[in-house]
């Protein structure tokens, strides 16, 4: 490790899918050592070295489950300060047809997690949580206190789930783990560098890779799907922040944690301002020069109108906001597909 075998060591665990591997270029930035445990389900090897070309230089990184106790252990011959727990699988649709699978890795892993880290006596835990917990609100904009309604999906159960868990394990650790739960609204974007970026596999099912996929003439024009929603423009409204702005809001969570030891919390991470389906695709036209070609198309179910964050809370407590525009999420998001597009990925 050289250099940096005293810097704090940040247990990532899906430190190679699409936060996570900008959350550890943040904790690099910030001082931190991450150590990657990733078993590549949902990921792609080839984001380690995007990640090695940023840094210009390896990350630790481990092929394993996180839920897996035994093959963790030699990751903790040397201290973990904290662990960010992003591990998990995360496709409603999936959810809905192999429930049983998203129970056992989603919630079964987080257990197992959590038992491993007080286990080691790890002091902090940063979890990925979501917007989803929140079901269908009509709290506008959506803060922390608001109800958590029925989950729409499997997969929006096990993160109101595993919040439960850790909230209970919280209390059982008696001061010892302290643990930030945060709920992400959109992520969206990738690194100005285009080395990293969303890499879904098969069609992705969120708006903004399949638009840039769209204008790459490899998927076909995009739905929108339904325009007589109660909103301005008659489509649905998302809360689109860049993923380097949602990395840097785990490393403030880390922070916090570290100057509050043993406390628990819940903070939302967004921008506080809705954007329809018609305003990301005028945006992207704007950033990029380049024409969305879509079609408009009947309402899908399960879709609701509008949810936005307010963050206020965590730029109280955490010091963090947004920074980025929505132009400059879609114009690095269209970057990064014209890098995948050469083949350089």
Request: aromatic share 8%; with cysteine.
């Given at each position: 490790m050289g250099e940096f075998e005293n810097h704090p060591r940040i247990l990532v665990t899906g430190g190679a899918g699409f936060i996570g591997s900008h959350t550890v270029i943040a904790l690099v930035e910030a001082g931190y050592e991450p150590v990657i445990v990733d078993d590549l389900r949902n990921s792609r090897a080839k984001v380690l070295s995007g990640l090695e070309r940023?840094?210009?230089?390896?990350?630790?990184?481990?092929?394993?489950?996180?839920?897996?106790?035994?093959?963790?252990?030699?990751?903790?011959?040397?201290?973990?300060?904290?662990?960010?727990?992003?591990?998990?699988?995360?496709?409603?649709?999936?959810?809905?047809?192999?429930?049983?699978?998203?129970?056992?890795?989603?919630?079964?892993?987080?257990s197992n997690l959590t038992r491993i880290l007080k286990d080691h006596k790890v002091p902090h835990l940063v979890f990925s949580s979501s917007c989803t917990v929140y079901g269908d609100t009509e709290i506008l904009p959506v803060n922390e206190g608001a109800?958590?309604?029925?989950?729409?999906?499997?997969?929006?159960?096990?993160?109101?789930?595993?919040?439960?868990?850790?909230?209970?394990?919280?209390?059982?650790?008696?001061?010892?783990?302290?643990?930030?739960?945060?709920?992400?609204?959109?992520?969206?974007?990738?690194?100005?560098?285009?080395?990293?970026?969303?890499?879904?596999?098969?069609?992705?099912?969120?708006?903004?890779?399949?638009?840039?996929?769209?204008?790459?003439?490899?998927?076909?024009?995009?739905?929108?799907?339904?325009e007589d929603y109660p909103t301005p423009d008659g489509t649905c409204i998302r809360d689109y922040l860049h993923v380097c702005d949602l990395a840097e809001a785990h490393v403030a969570a880390l922070q916090w944690l570290e100057a509050h030891p043993g406390a628990m919390d819940i903070f939302n991470l967004g921008t506080g301002e809705g954007s329809s389906v018609k305003e990301v695709i005028t945006a992207f036209e704007a950033a990029t020069g380049r024409s969305v070609p879509h079609r408009m198309g009947a309402r899908r179910a399960g879709d609701v109108t509008a949810i936005y964050a307010d963050a206020s809370k965590a730029e109280r407590m955490l010091g963090w906001r947004t920074r980025r525009s929505l132009q400059e999420c879609l114009a690095d998001a269209w970057r990064w597909q014209e890098k995948l597009a050469r083949g350089n990925q």
């Open positions: 940023i840094l210009g230089r390896t990350v630790e990184f481990h092929n394993i489950d996180c839920g897996d106790g035994a093959a963790m252990s030699s990751i903790f011959d040397r201290p973990v300060h904290g662990a960010i727990h992003f591990a998990a699988d995360k496709a409603v649709g999936e959810s809905v047809a192999d429930p049983e699978k998203y129970f056992s890795n989603n919630i079964g892993a987080t109800p958590i309604q029925p989950a729409a999906s499997p997969y929006g159960y096990t993160k109101q789930a595993c919040e439960q868990l850790l909230q209970y394990s919280h209390a059982a650790s008696e001061g010892q783990l302290g643990i930030t739960l945060l709920r992400y609204f959109n992520p969206i974007g990738a690194h100005p560098s285009a080395e990293i970026g969303e890499l879904p596999l098969g069609t992705p099912a969120n708006l903004v890779p399949f638009l840039t996929q769209s204008v790459a003439g490899i998927r076909p024009a995009l739905t929108v799907f339904g």
